[in-house]
Nanobody, 122 residues
Framework: QVQLVESGGGLVQAGGSLRLSCAAS????????MGWYRQAPGKQRELVAL???????NYADSVKDRFTISRDNAKNTVYLQMNSLKPDDTAVYYC????????????????WGQGTQVTVSS
């Protein structure tokens, strides 16, 4: 009912930058919270950053002052600007949409994208 498609991942050297995008599609009326999570090999998936429909944000301590999350509500799209990347940022990055209200007024709890690989070389 809702599809999330990430883009923008890739290989970058330490200190470099990448910008991830995630577009939600479907019969969407509104999305409460959109966010980015990541999962490195052998580790659990962890929160990177969240943003509400009103623009409030929350970041993991490990990415504060380096990453910036933003969204375009009209396009149902969330972005993650990643600067000063470190090898420890290497992971698959997943987009999440929480509290998606469809045009039928059905409320979906949580939807995930397929993930995009970010690799930071030292």
């Amino acid at each position: 009912q809702v599809q999330l498609v990430e883009s923008g991942g890739g290989l970058v050297q330490a200190g470099g930058s990448l910008r991830l995008s995630c577009a939600a599609s479907g019969s969407i009326f509104s999305i409460n919270v959109m966010g980015w999570y990541r999962q490195a090999p052998g580790k659990q998936r962890e929160l990177v950053a969240l943003i509400t429909s009103s623009g409030s944000t929350n970041y993991a301590d490990s990415v504060k002052d380096r990453f910036t999350i933003s969204r375009d509500n009209a396009k149902n799209t969330v972005y993650l600007q990643m600067n000063s990347l470190k090898p420890d940022d290497t992971a698959v990055y997943y987009c999440n949409a929480d509290g998606v209200r469809l045009t039928t007024m059905v409320l979906l709890k949580s939807s995930w994208g397929q993930g995009t690989q970010v690799t930071v070389s030292s």
